[in-house]
């Protein structure tokens, strides 16, 4: 392992270190927080030989760019968007080799999604709070770049021209960030049931996403119905991805740093499957919500995950025929606090 110096030459409108979030910290009243497009930033750190969960870099709106002083081995989801190193294109979602003093630059499409991930290989010296790097800003721990950052890293490099052909050839789930509405899968909660005529109106009606959203949930102009009862709803927690009435004509979208429902009627919960898309949608993205069961859901989900996996699978086999196996790949998150 070697320490890497990453100078940061350009940021996005918010660009921070990221992971895929706290585990049981929400019983102490701390939101799971992470990326918001769990599925792209799992794919980037797998592409680079890091564990799913290992801190990486969100970035949201406008360029990114780095010049690392050793070889890196980087890879770039999430939205879709032009990559280059040194001027020279190379291709996202894939692997992709950054020598030392080239810059690597991210110009992403706004139009199509909000948010890319650059993974690269190694472990970020990225400060902590309850184990996990995620920012939470109503706590105060917002972890934006400076302008310098470390990395810890076993990659040693390798020869390949960025106009040869490309090195990977792997089966990597790419998120479809399509043209037009994108269309969410929900299943029914216990709030449809007190609200007669929600399920058909959300299932026929378009929703935008207004510039009044946030990290907390995506809240969405569109037409809505309340329950036909003043009966009080305790407030209790709440799923990633559930569909909300506020007393407001709206419909919230809770996120993953939502807290509890506040009272309001949970009508239906999004499919962990559709979760990547409600992380890349910004303000003006039209979404179409259609009801599925809750077989079909976990169905989707599952599929998800064996795509993962193979994915895994297809990366140990092909770092291991560079000669790789047992560096890049890191069976332990270790704190490198001390390099900040």
């Known amino acids: 392992m070697r320490t890497v110096g990453l100078d940061i030459t350009r ?6 270190f ?17 990326a918001a497009d769990q599925h792209s930033a799992a794919v980037a750190n797998i592409l680079v030989g890091n564990p799913r969960g290992a801190t990486l870099i969100e970035n949201l709106g406008a360029d990114l760019a780095f010049v ?20 020279a294109p190379v291709d996202s979602w894939s692997p992709v080799l950054v020598s030392a003093g080239q810059e690597i630059r991210v110009r992403a499409d706004l139009g199509l999604g909000a948010r890319n991930y650059l993974a690269v290989s190694g472990v970020f010296a990225a400060k902590t709070l309850l184990g996990s790097t995620a920012p939470d800003p109503r706590m105060g721990f917002t972890q934006e770049l400076g302008q310098r950052v470390l ?6 490099g390798f020869g390949h021209s960025h106009f040869a052909p490309p090195l990977f050839r792997l089966p990597v789930p790419v998120l479809r ?21 929600v399920r058909e ?27 036909d009862t003043d009966a009080e709803i305790v407030s209790h927690g709440v799923p990633i991805g559930a569909l ?20 309001y009627p949970i009508v239906g919960v999004a499919s962990r499957a559709s979760l990547p898309l409600l992380g890349q949608s910004g303000p003006g993205r039209e979404l179409r919500f259609r009801w599925v069961d809750r077989e079909t859901s976990v169905r989707r ?13 297809a990366t140990n086999e092909a770092f291991g025929a560079l000669g790789f196996a047992g560096h890049l790949i890191h069976p332990q998150m270790r704190n490198y606090s001390h390099l900040i």
């Open 11 to 16: 940021t996005g409108w918010v660009t921070t």
């Open 18 to 34: 990221q992971d895929l979030g706290r585990h049981d910290t929400e019983r102490r009243g701390v939101p799971t927080g992470g």
């Open 68 to 87: 690392p002083d050793a070889d890196v081995l980087a890879a770039v989801t999430g939205a879709p968007c032009r990559v280059t190193i040194g001027g």
């Open 151 to 156: 990395l810890e890293s076993g990659f040693r």
């Open 177 to 197: 960030c399509p043209e037009g509405p994108w269309v969410i899968d929900i299943v029914e909660s216990y709030g449809a049931r007190s609200t007669p005529g």
């Open 201 to 227: 109106l959300i299932a026929r009606s378009p929703y935008t996403v207004t510039t009044r959203s946030n990290h907390v949930g995506l809240r969405l102009d569109g037409p809505v119905l309340h329950p």
């Open 244 to 263: 909300q009435i506020p007393h407001a004509d709206e419909l919230i979208v809770l996120g993953r740093y939502r807290s509890l429902t506040a009272g």
């Open 301 to 313: 989900s599952a599929e998800r995950e064996r795509e993962l996996r193979t994915l895994e699978r």
